[in-house]
T-cell receptor
Framework: EADIYQTPRYLVIGTGKKITLECSQT?????MYWYQQDPGMELHLIHY???????EKGDLSSESTVSRIRTEHFPLTLESARPSHTSQYLCASSDWLAGGETQYFGPGTRLLVL | TQLLEQSPQFLSIQEGENLTVYCNSS?????LQWYRQEPGEGPVLLVT?????EVKKLKRLTFQFGDARKDSSLHITAAQPGDTGLYLC??????????????FGAGTQVVVTP
């Protein structure tokens, strides 16, 4: 079982508010990721990090930002939330398992922007 | 362009029936993972396959990695309502333009009715 945590699990917020979605893992993984996913749809990579002080934008353009000051912590921030940001946000970390690199996911944060 | 194509997109079957989900690509993958995701939750890892031709079994689930490491299948025997969920394949491609990045299929929604 993966030890990766996300808070809050659910968030309802008004337009224009600043929010930070928290993600922590206790497995010591260097690589971490943020995905955006609408219900029942595919995952879209929005940010990733290969280690402390390393952050990169993913394939899907996003108005969010991330930071990686500590190995275990990879928060995502929206400076000004909009209804178009309504979605599920999934955090993951990866490691080598049985010869293959494997991702482990947190439970997700469901965001609703009114 | 999706590197990993999953089929079918949706599958509805009766309890006790068998089903197979496919994950195909024109690219070679160093490893492939299968996940199951329930609504409002993060994907949960089922298996990682790394060797061409490899077959792995997890209770009633059988996973196969193609000989050329370009495709994979998931077969469920005697499906149960608890098997309901979104099944996702993912992997790290060997192709130069996406080397080292995780690619995800769009998912297959499986519904097993009692």
């Amino acid at each position: 079982e993966a030890d990766i945590y996300q808070t809050p699990r659910y968030l309802v917020i008004g337009t224009g508010k600043k929010i930070t979605l928290e993600c922590s893992q206790t497995m010591g993984h260097d690589k971490m990721y943020w995905y955006q996913q609408d219900p029942g749809m595919e995952l879209h990579l929005i940010h990733y990090s290969y280690g402390v002080n390393s952050t990169e934008k993913g394939d899907l353009s996003s108005e969010s930002t991330v930071s990686r000051i500590r190995t275990e912590h990879f928060p995502l921030t929206l400076e000004s939330a909009r209804p178009s940001h309504t979605s599920q946000y999934l955090c993951a970390s990866s490691d080598w398992l049985a010869g293959g690199e494997t991702q482990y996911f947190g439970p997700g944060t469901r965001l609703l922007v009114l | 362009t999706q590197l990993l194509e999953q089929s079918p997109q949706f599958l509805s079957i009766q309890e006790g029936e068998n089903l197979t989900v496919y994950c195909n690509s024109s690219s070679v993958f160093s490893s492939l993972q299968w996940y199951r995701q329930e609504p409002g939750e993060g994907p949960v890892l089922l298996v990682t396959v790394v060797t061409g031709g490899e077959v792995k079994k997890l209770k009633r689930l059988t996973f196969q990695f193609g000989d050329a490491r370009k495709d994979s299948s998931l077969h469920i025997t005697a499906a149960q309502p608890g098997d309901t969920g979104l099944y996702l394949c993912a992997g790290v491609s060997d192709s130069t333009d996406s080397w080292g990045k995780f690619q995800f299929g769009a998912g297959t929604q499986v519904v097993v009715t009692p």
